[in-house]
């Protein structure tokens, strides 16, 4: 037998590695899969390059007025930067925006470090976010106390509104959620057919209905002189309608439990709330973040149907001033602004998901 | 070992699943520090009755007493004989959103509530004792099946839980793995645990059992002490149960 000798590295051949091996690999290994390939490219570029010039290419961003943007064939930008204010704050008064402005950067410096692996205090401060934040940030925008100038809330409006109705929807609905998910699997017969009840009802009407309800026939009801504010209103109606989706989904991983871990934590002498606190929802929940997240996402876009009962969110406010006469055709800009602004909560809420799924994965179950 | 005052007592328990009667007057009385090894074919109610002595499952009539405490409705009770009862399941169980060492702590933490120090302290004790304190940073699902066994039982033993029972501890194991599991329950048997076992390894139980209990359709048929039950069973199911157990 001869010695045996280490064979030297060599480098890999190059048409495997490289940019030219990965085309040849990805998109060119087989006659079909290159002609496929020729034609996806040709229509992908054929569509973004007209995309790509109106948005950023002919664009007019910077000038006064709409006579700055006739001439132009690109989009036109200083449209939104002309309005941005009204879409942010819709007609809460001018001198007060800074309220506002706080309240979100609270917001930002209070949920922003969950998006990062090494901050200090993620835990205070979530919950701080999630208790502190809406009591101060709710005086912060009514106003009416500390000094601070009354503000009604028919006067809140744009992005702010959205992200309101937004915020107090999933922090509302998710603990609802999750309540009513526990006591539709309860032993209890009456406990149980409540839950059953509520889901069944909020999931079967439509949110348009349930804001019209709400908006218009909820005070005929009410006795003369009692009135409750419309937003108020608004936003039961939309958390109770999306907690009957969360319950739903949350329902969905409690099911996913196996006995076992109900009953070992009852061996250990666990008592309910223990067992499903400690136990049985951290895994549920768990398993069901991509559910919860897209129950977030269809919120938050829903918020947009408070305009049919005259509340202005930020879709409402393009919407009105893409009619302005001052302004050429501009409705384009305006939608595709506004589509932008919800595609960065949206897109956000999704990223997260997927960051706090990997965070909690925890080996294979066996 | 063993004295005279009794840990469990099982008087004509019976227990039915809707109409299926599966635990036919149960009578057992088991003595402080007592090791017990229970066996019989599938289905024949072993599981179901161990599962009774820690209201895993309600018995219907009859009286289970747990060291003097006797299982009823009252919460309060059922508390009490679980503090007492340690319970270690065929497929471990474990949390497998926690680690080892939180898997041992939640139950001092949240039940004993000692403070997380202190139940650090005791959990890495235990794990010591299993002879896995290296993994108890690890989540559940990277163990073996062996060290998740030992995590499980470290887990019970954490909570000094006076009565230990074993749901076929070793059968979702490995040849390899299992003597790991036994060694450890060896040595819990050695210092005076009361131990209730359901298990089909014949070798554990002619080592460390006081009495064997054979169980089929829901009855206990015979028990003895290991050595004239495995050499002189009495019964004709016995002993057909032994002929096929010892034939493989
Ligand atoms: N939740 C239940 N509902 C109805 N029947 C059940 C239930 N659990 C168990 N049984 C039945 O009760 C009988 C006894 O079950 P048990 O689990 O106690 O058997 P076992 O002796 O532990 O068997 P094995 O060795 O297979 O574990 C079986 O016939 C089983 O089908
Ligand atoms: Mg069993």
Redesign the interface.
Known sequence: MSDFKALPDLPAPTSSTGLAGWFRSNLFSTPINSVVSVISIYFIVSFLIPVLDWAFVSAVWTGEGNAACEQASGACWIFIEDRISIFSYGIYPADQTWRLDIAFALLAVSFGPQFFDKFPFKMPLAIFSLTAFPLISFYLISGGAFGLEYVPTERWGGLSLTLILAFVGIVAALPIGVVVALGRRSEMPVIRSVCIGFIELWRGIPLISVLFMSSVMLPLFLPEGMNFDKLLRALIGITMFQSAYMAEVIRGGLQAI?R??Y?????????YW?QMR??VL??AL?LVIPGIVNTFIALFKDTTLVLIIGLLDVLALVQSAIEDPAWGAVETEGYVFAAFCFWVFCFSMSRYSQKLERK?H????? | MTSNKSAIELVGMNKWYGDFHVLKDINLNVAEGERIVICGPSGSGKSTMIRCINRLEEHQTGKIIVNGIELTEDLKRIDKVRKEVGMCFQHFNLFPHLTVLENCTLGLIWVRKLPKKEAEDVAMHFLERVKIPEQAEKFPGQLSGGQQQRVAIARSLCMSPKIMLFDEPTSALDPEMIKEVLDVMVELADEGMTMLCVTHEMGFAKKVADRVIFMDVGQIVEENNPHDFFDHPQNDRTKLFLSQIIGH
């Open positions: 196996p076992g871990q009953e070992a934590a009852s061996a250990m002498g666990l008592g223990g400690l136990v951290p895994q768990k909690l925890t080996g294979h179950k066996r």
